[in-house]
């Protein structure tokens, strides 16, 4: 009788060994990567990001200050050590800028209905091909370009799809195609959005801006194509001439190039008659630590965003010039319009006749324009820091920083300043 009892519990012993079983047979992968990825994964408040991300901020401040402390002391130790800090600190900003990335798809992912609806409304056939839909960035940047994609969107396939019958008519498919792409190019991202439709014709954006005022005959004759395919930037100018609810009334575009403008990007456009339209933005991977050129006008430090930076040169009065009543400075047999920084921020130096300082040629929009400053200083990342209750607003300034020197910079909103400060328009 004691023999079966232990048969009987050896039973339920063996049936007990099956418990290891799963984990020696991981066929069915799908549980174990499961439980691993949960375990690998943690939920963080975007809140508690920013608040890291500005930390990062202010030991690049700091670590500024020591940069600049480590060159003049001549202390070979110090120097050292203080190079090893800048690497150590550029790892870190690298580290925590990637927590804050995602993928641009979280953007994209809604454009496929979008032009699907649209297309059927307006009775086109459509397709649309995503490119770079794993492309990381921060994702403010995400939230904050979502809206000008989605008319960018809208405006290609309204004003830039030609129907099926007008495409066969020129001897195109029936379907037109929208293409809307994103990739990074250093520390950038391009965004791209074509269409193989239509295309602009310089000519009828000339004749529509001398119709609403925008300029006169002699000034629309003298743009260049690029120039003209930028006119549709302007406030209110639309190439519609009936209304339509699908890209709006005609006064996005400007909207468009004013967010971009925001986010220290640019907007650019090229098109051909007949074969469709581009437009390239262009916009840093993050908005929280920015490169900058900073230069000084009398005793106060000001910054330019380095991504508008073309070119430097010391400046030569032999090379200026007045055209049209704009004082001009000739770059390889271009003239640039020209301005001195000093009398639009230095109010006691309005009227002041400079013939010493240095121009910084910046590219604005499709345009290079020049600025005289006082003193180059150099390259500097700095912080982007919003400016008090009582400078929100200014023209021309988007923020303000400290200097490796411990000085505080303005940094310059350049479209915004021209928009200000320029006596005419550029």
């Not at 091909?129 to 939230?143: A, F």
């Not at 495409?167 to 990739?183: F, P, Y």
């Not at 982007?384 to 400290?402: F, N, R």
């Amino acid at each position: 009788k004691p023999a079966p009892a232990p048969v009987a519990k050896a039973e339920p012993a063996k049936a007990a060994a099956p418990a290891p079983a799963p984990a020696r047979a991981p066929a069915p992968s799908g549980e174990k990567p499961v439980a691993t990825e949960a375990e690998t994964t943690v939920r963080v408040d975007t809140a508690r990001l920013d608040e890291i991300m500005n930390m990062v901020g202010e030991l690049v401040l700091v670590r500024n200050r020591l940069v600049r402390l480590g060159l003049n002391s001549g202390d070979e130790a110090m120097s050292k050590a203080v190079s090893n800090l800048d690497v150590v600190t550029a790892d870190l900003q690298t580290a925590v800028m990637k927590t804050r990335m995602q993928p641009i798809k979280k953007v994209f992912g809604r454009f496929p209905r979008l032009v699907r609806d649209l297309a059927r409304q307006l009775k086109k056939e459509i397709n649309l091909e995503l490119v770079g839909e794993e492309t990381d960035l921060d994702k403010n940047l995400v939230e904050a370009l979502a809206d000008p994609l989605v008319h960018l969107v809208r405006n290609a396939v309204d004003h830039g799809i030609e129907t099926p019958e007008e495409r066969e008519a020129s001897g195109k498919s029936r379907g037109g195609k929208v293409i809307l792409s994103a990739e990074q190019e250093g520390d950038h991202i391009l965004l791209s959005i074509s269409d193989d439709g239509k295309g602009m014709d310089p000519n009828v954006l000339r004749s529509i801006a001398v119709k609403r005022g925008v300029m006169d005959k002699d000034a629309a004759d003298r743009l260049s194509d690029t120039d003209c395919y930028n006119l549709i930037f302007a406030p209110g100018f639309s190439t519609k001439t009936e209304i339509s609810d699908v890209s709006g009334r005609g006064v996005g575009m400007d909207v468009v190039k004013t967010k971009i403008s925001q986010l220290n990007g640019s907007i650019n456009i090229y098109s051909t008659k007949g074969q469709g339209s581009k437009i390239v933005i262009k916009v840093p991977l993050t908005l929280a630590i920015m490169p900058t050129l900073m230069v000084m006008l009398g005793n106060q430090a000001f910054a330019f965003p380095l991504v508008n930076v073309n070119e430097i040169f010391h400046l030569n009065l032999s090379t200026t010039n007045v055209v049209d009543g704009q004082e001009v400075v000739i770059v390889r047999d271009k003239a640039l319009p020209l301005f001195y920084l000093k009398r639009w921020l230095v109010s006691s130096a309005a009227h002041e006749e400079q013939r010493e300082g240095h121009v910084v040629i910046l590219t604005v929009g499709t345009q290079r324009i020049g600025f005289v400053v006082d003193q180059l200083v150099g390259q500097e990342e700095v912080v982007i820091k919003p400016l008090g209750k009582m400078l929100q607003g200014t023209p021309g300034m988007s923020g303000a920083t400290i200097t490796g020197d411990g000085r505080i910079a303005l940094i310059l909103d350049v479209p915004s300043m021209l928009k200000r400060y320029a006596a005419r328009r550029i």
